[in-house]
């Protein structure tokens, strides 16, 4: 590589400060996740290889590379859900919406995916769904509220 | 005017705050009553969620909680009209009513001093408490030097897990040269069962911005990052409005208050990875990497964000600062232990009757918070262990309730002080399934990077995995203690090095429990589904078909006015028969 290219690369990163993470967060919020095409625009843009932007993409837990449903439903197994029997939880919502945690409901409506405290841990056991929480939760008010979400969406 | 405010935090919203501050303002408007209605961020009884505080001009407050829909009408006509309080709903007020009033009256607060009194979405309200008196009174009347010097006098260590003392922190950054230098505010929480740092950012996010500028005053540095988690939106939906509306004043900026100081605050988002509060991991995700922590020394006070010297705090030790600044060194100090001076926070959560914050001053006991302020006990049960410091930290049984809370005394049992996450453990709680909790999400959490922790921990986990499905071996427990160690005295970064605890504090207080998983294969707690066995104690049935008719896998027979039987190899465990019969006719075992 002549050394005009390296610093060309190089300047794209100083001057873009660590943008690579923003980057990809607002690739994942516009497109619901990380299309092979967005690591393409972000490589073009800032002259991050695509193997370091895959590798940052894939070590956070929050990128996803597959699409994902129009509803993500979050559900906490942090410390103080676990002990509130957050697993029976996970299993009334994959029982209701028939598929596994980390799947997406083929209509692209739902998906689950568990995560670590939600930081509303004194509701325990909490779920979100996109942006909203739900707590002190039992196996059949999560039901209701999973239909109510459906019955919004005419299923 | 008295006004009406609704605590609009995470936990509060959750418990449906949102409507309950809709109907007020519908109700006030349709009635013309003279009263303002206004929100705050979380007061700390999260137990009691939605709360609606009413305060007069003569400062008079009263806290009803749980508050919802319904109650509003009469809430509107008894206290606002007739001026009489409804007594049954109260929880707290500042003339010794309210049924929880033990709860916030034990309180000492410094951290959470403006949490659920202030509108955190307002500059005004946090100046009219005294807010951003202490960056002036810093740039006007103290040297960097003389400032830091105060943190030091003050005692005041870092809250985020290590304790390291804040003042001695920023002295090294502030000797370390560099034309460029950071501030950074470790608001990651990545600890399960913590949310302290979420209602300090939603509740009072200006007392952050504030001490991240006199820290960057302190050390000569003019830029900071706040590192929050995405999983709090509402803490960075008002961090950001607490930014533009200091940026507005002038407060951030160029010239801050007019001196000769400039300070800008940019907010990053974290991606989801615990290892990324780790200091040198969050640095490195700041600058759009892996986060994979690195060896210290160099300490990021010598190389730190993009290789220049970094200071960085926690959120409720940058919170703690204005108020020293203002305050005093001796009056922080005079709060505290020998060793550990002021308060700290704590989250309650589990089998607690209440979960929420509490500040108290270091140096009261574990019995005092579970008991004194917490009220003991969910359900009547019995208190069997607290679980202190999350995945680095460790369970500290009920004969240790006595144990004051300071950094050294906790660490003595095994535990850590961590960033304050406590969650209550009752006697339906297995440990043996609680190390098997923490040991899979480090194990998930382990960036990879070294050995000990990346496989380490996994070998733990199936260890354990093993024996909470009955499949254990005596020598197993050797194999734990011998491989928690190796992982402890290995590993690179403190995601490693205290991964261990969880097993190690378990297996030393609850040893019992393990042995009974291997030898006779049993729970004790009834938790691990693969030990317990559900039958039908036939002297009790009365054949009311309950427990068939909810069975989901319809493993039990029997006809209506008979003894019912369960079919062993079909059933699942759910507990579906146990909670319904109404006989107790289904025996636990
Ligand atoms: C695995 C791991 C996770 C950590 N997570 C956090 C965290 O979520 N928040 C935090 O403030 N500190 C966390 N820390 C501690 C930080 O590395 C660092 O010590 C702290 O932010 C310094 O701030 P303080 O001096 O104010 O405590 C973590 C450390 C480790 C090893
Ligand atoms: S453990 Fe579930 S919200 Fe914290």
Redesign the pocket.
């Known amino acids: 590589m002549d050394e005009r290219q390296f610093n060309f690369r190089r300047m794209h990163y100083e001057g873009a400060e660590g943008a690579l993470i923003p980057l990809l967060q607002k690739a994942q919020e516009e497109m619901g996740y990380i299309p092979i095409e967005a690591i393409q625009m972000i490589y073009e843009r800032t002259g991050i290889p695509p193997s370091e932007i895959y590798g940052v993409a894939t070590f956070y837990a929050q990128f996803r590379l597959k699409p994902v449903g129009k509803y993500i439903v979050r559900v906490c197994h942090g410390t103080a859900c676990h002990v509130a029997n957050a697993k029976s939880i996970t299993d009334a919502i994959c029982d209701t919406l028939n598929i596994a945690s980390g799947e997406t409901t083929p209509d692209r409506l739902f998906t689950i995916e568990t995560v670590s405290c939600l930081g509303c841990c004194s509701l325990a056991p909490v779920i979100m769904i996109n942006e909203q929480t739900f707590g002190n939760l039992t196996t059949s008010s999560v039901k209701k509220v999973i239909k109510r979400y459906m019955k919004e969406n005419g299923k | 005017m008295t006004r009406a405010i609704v605590g609009l935090s995470t936990c509060g919203v959750a418990a449906g705050a949102e409507a309950v501050l809709a109907t007020l303002k519908e109700r006030v408007d349709a009635q013309t009553l003279d009263l303002q209605v206004g929100f705050t961020g979380c007061i700390g009884m999260c137990y009691r969620e939605p709360l609606v505080e009413i305060r007069t001009d003569s400062g008079e407050r009263f806290i009803y909680g749980p508050m919802n829909e319904k109650r509003i009408d009469r809430l509107l006509s008894q206290h606002i009209q007739e001026g009489k309080p409804i007594e049954e709903w109260l929880v707290w007020t500042n003339n010794g009513l309210g049924s929880d009033r033990e709860f916030l009256n034990h309180q000492v607060r410094i951290v959470l001093r403006n949490c659920g009194l202030i509108n955190p979405e307002s500059i005004s309200d946090y100046i009219a408490q005294e807010g951003y008196k202490a960056i002036q009174k810093a740039l006007k009347e103290l040297t960097p030097d003389a400032l830091i010097g105060i943190m030091i006098d003050s005692g005041l260590?870092?809250?985020?897990?290590?304790?390291?003392p804040?003042g001695m922190?920023w002295r090294f950054t502030r000797l370390s040269a560099g034309p460029r230098k950071f501030i950074i505010c470790?608001?990651?929480?990545?600890?399960p069962g913590a949310f302290m740092?979420r209602s300090v950012l939603e509740g009072d996010p200006h007392s952050v911005l504030e001490g991240m500028l006199i820290a960057g005053y302190a050390i000569g540095a003019h830029e900071g990052y706040i590192y929050v988690r995405a999983e709090y939106p509402k803490a960075i939906e008002r961090l950001k409005i607490a930014i533009r509306q200091a940026e507005e004043k002038g407060f951030l900026g160029n010239n801050v208050f007019g001196a000769d100081f400039s300070f800008g605050i940019k907010i990053k988002e974290g991606a989801g990875a615990?290892?990324?509060?780790?200091?040198?991991?969050?640095m490195k995700s700041i600058e759009g990497k892996r986060g994979m922590?690195r060896i210290r020394p160099p300490f990021p006070a010598v190389k730190g964000l993009w290789d220049s010297p970094t200071s960085?705090?926690?959120?409720?030790?940058?919170a703690n600062v204005p108020w020293i600044v203002t305050n005093g060194a001796a009056a922080f100090s005079h709060y505290g232990t020998e060793r550990s001076k002021g308060t700290k926070v704590f989250a309650l959560a589990g089998k607690i009757n209440r979960g929420g914050l509490v500040e108290v001053p270091m140096g009261v006991t574990i019995r005092d918070i579970v008991y004194n302020i917490c009220s003991g006990i969910k359900d009547n049960r019995r208190f069997k262990a607290v679980q202190i410091g999350g995945?680095?930290g460790g369970c500290v049984p009920i004969q240790l309730q006595d144990t004051i809370i300071d950094y050294d005394s906790i660490s003595r049992t095994g535990a850590i002080m961590g960033?304050g996450g406590m969650v209550v453990m009752d006697e339906t709680t297995c440990m043996v399934d609680v190390a098997r909790f923490f040991l899979d999400f480090t194990q998930r959490?382990s960036c990879g990077k070294c050995t000990f922790c990346r496989i380490g921990t996994r070998r733990m986990l199936e260890i354990l995995t093993r024996i909470t499905e009955g499949k254990g071996e005596l020598g197993d427990l050797d194999l734990l203690d011998d491989l928690a160690q190796k992982i402890k005295d290995n590993s690179l970064?403190?995601?490693g090095?205290?991964a261990p605890n969880p097993v190690l504090t378990t297996l030393k207080y609850f040893r019992g429990e393990y042995e009974a998983h291997i030898l006779s294969r049993k729970c004790p707690a009834h938790h691990c589904t693969a030990l317990i066995i559900f039958s039908v104690i036939a002297a009790l049935c009365d054949g009311c078909t309950a427990c068939a008719r909810i069975c989901p896998v319809k493993c039990i027979s029997g006809t209506k006015g008979e003894v019912h039987v369960i079919h062993q190899n079909l059933c699942t465990k759910c507990g579906e028969c146990y909670r319904v019969c109404p006989r107790d006719a289904i025996l636990k075992d």
Request: charged content about 25%; some cysteine.
């Open positions: 260590r870092g809250r985020g897990g290590a304790g390291f804040t922190k470790n608001a990651d929480e990545g600890d740092d615990f290892v990324c509060g780790e200091e040198t991991a969050l922590p960085i705090n926690n959120v409720e030790t940058f995945p680095s960033s959490e970064c403190g995601l090095q205290t």
